[in-house]
């Protein structure tokens, strides 16, 4: 159940892995998909870590420019490693499940701090869905006790000719533009999210390995309420490591994943077989919400011939303090 609401509508995958065996010196289980497809999942962890969250629903005149807005307003934020935030879009909502009955975009927000989070909200609400054409802005955590200011600060751009007004319950700024009236609530909920749930799916090609992560980034989207990916389109190719073994850096790419090191390494973790490496990084407003997001990935990623291991990005306890095992995936 997400923070503030009454419940979600994520919807469990048919999909079932059988685990057949235990292969102790490579420590991962040989896993079958219903397919038939036989392949290994390493029993390693993800490390997740607490971040705070906003939500916002983004409705718009139509479908076009609702997306439009959810796009500006959740770019440069795939990760707060060189980033300001971590942002996604979660999901669509019909008209039927807005406040003002237009179509709207659901996008989430991440930030380690509550300043940061109220002031990354601040200004891509208003320098990336106020600015675009037909847009309101309300807050999609009714529920949270914490609340931020973001409406009742971004109407001081109306120079004095806001008005403060009420629809459906909610309290919101009616703020003059040239197209008309932007509508954006006066107060947005806050919520202690998590982040970095990670899956990597190891393929024998670069073609495998996209198709795989592409069907398993759908799965997600589609299944699971209150997750985002942040990275684009939802898969990472660009895995990182915290620090570095030769510079003074925050972070530097993830070797040990990189399949051209594989021979070069003496720590590389890529299989014989393996030439292509893709990171799935998953965010939630709850750590239930990221490890349904990562069954599904599983799941479906477990069903392409082409993936021949799936395993997830830790670092010793140097991250994160939350621990989700893939062995616990695997019996979700």
Same mark, same amino acid.
């Given at each position: 159940?997400? $923070?503030?609401?009454?419940?979600?509508?994520?919807?469990?995958?048919?999909?079932?892995?059988?685990?057949?065996?235990?292969?102790?010196?490579?420590?991962?289980?040989?896993?079958?998909?219903?397919?038939?497809?036989?392949?290994?999942?390493?029993?390693?962890?993800?490390?997740?870590?607490?971040?705070?969250?906003?939500?916002?629903?983004?409705?718009?005149?139509?479908?076009?420019?609702?997306?439009?807005?959810?796009?500006?307003?959740?770019?440069?934020?795939?990760?707060?490693?060189?980033?300001?935030?971590?942002?996604?879009?979660?999901?669509?909502?019909?008209?039927?499940?807005?406040?003002?009955?237009?179509?709207?975009?659901?996008?989430?927000?991440?930030?380690?701090?509550?300043?940061?989070?109220?002031?990354?909200?601040?200004?891509?609400?208003?320098?990336?869905?106020?600015?675009?054409?037909?847009?309101?802005?309300?807050?999609?955590? $009714?529920?949270?006790?914490?609340?931020?200011?973001?409406?009742?600060?971004?109407?001081?751009?109306?120079?004095?000719?806001?008005?403060?007004?009420?629809?459906?319950?909610?309290?919101?700024?009616?703020?003059?533009?040239?197209?008309?009236?932007?509508?954006?609530?006066?107060?947005?909920?806050?919520?202690?999210?998590?982040?970095?749930?990670?899956?990597?799916?190891?393929?024998?090609?670069?073609?495998?390995?996209?198709?795989?992560?592409?069907?398993?980034?759908?799965?997600?989207?589609?299944?699971?309420?209150?997750?985002?990916?942040?990275?684009?389109?939802?898969?990472?190719?660009?895995?990182?490591?915290?620090?570095?073994?030769?510079?003074?850096?925050?972070?530097?790419?993830?070797?040990?994943?990189?399949?051209?090191?594989?021979?070069?390494?003496?720590?590389?973790?890529?299989?014989?077989?393996?030439?292509?490496?893709?990171?799935?990084?998953?965010?939630?407003?709850?750590?239930?919400?990221?490890?349904?997001?990562?069954?599904?990935?599983?799941?479906?990623?477990?069903?392409?011939?082409?993936?021949?291991?799936?395993?997830?990005?830790?670092?010793?306890?140097?991250?994160?303090?939350?621990?989700?095992?893939?062995?616990?995936?695997?019996?979700?």
């Amino acid at each position: 159940m997400l $923070p503030g609401e009454t419940g979600t509508e994520s919807t469990e995958s048919e999909s079932q892995l059988k685990v057949e065996s235990y292969d102790v010196k490579d420590k991962s289980y040989i896993v079958a998909s219903p397919s038939g497809h036989v392949l290994r999942i390493s029993d390693t962890y993800a490390e997740i870590f607490p971040m705070w969250a906003g939500r916002i629903l983004v409705t718009a005149h139509n479908q076009k420019w609702a997306l439009k807005a959810a796009e500006a307003a959740t770019g440069f934020a795939t990760s707060i490693i060189m980033c300001p935030a971590e942002a996604a879009r979660e999901r669509i909502l019909s008209p039927d499940k807005t406040p003002d009955g237009r179509l709207g975009v659901v996008i989430q927000i991440y930030s380690r701090s509550l300043q940061g989070l109220r002031d990354q909200m601040i200004l891509r609400t208003g320098q990336c869905i106020m600015t675009c054409p037909t847009t309101a802005a309300y807050d999609a955590l $009714p529920k949270a006790e914490r609340r931020l200011k973001i409406g009742r600060s971004l109407r001081l751009f109306g120079d004095g000719f806001q008005k403060r007004d009420k629809t459906e319950g909610r309290v919101v700024w009616r703020i003059p533009v040239m197209e008309g009236e932007f509508f954006v609530e006066d107060t947005f909920g806050a919520v202690k999210g998590s982040a970095g749930g990670t899956l990597l799916l190891m393929a024998e090609s670069q073609r495998a390995g996209l198709e795989a992560a592409e069907r398993a980034v759908g799965a997600i989207s589609q299944r699971v309420e209150g997750a985002i990916m942040p990275f684009p389109g939802g898969v990472c190719r660009s895995g990182s490591k915290v620090g570095s073994t030769r510079y003074k850096l925050r972070a530097s790419t993830n070797h040990p994943f990189c399949p051209k090191l594989k021979k070069i390494v003496p720590d590389s973790e890529v299989p014989d077989g393996v030439e292509c490496v893709y990171e799935i990084v998953i965010n939630g407003l709850t750590v239930e919400a990221i490890k349904r997001a990562m069954v599904e990935g599983v799941r479906v990623a477990a069903e392409s011939p082409g993936i021949l291991k799936i395993s997830a990005a830790n670092f010793g306890g140097k991250l994160g303090p939350i621990r989700v095992g893939l062995k616990e995936i695997l019996e979700l």
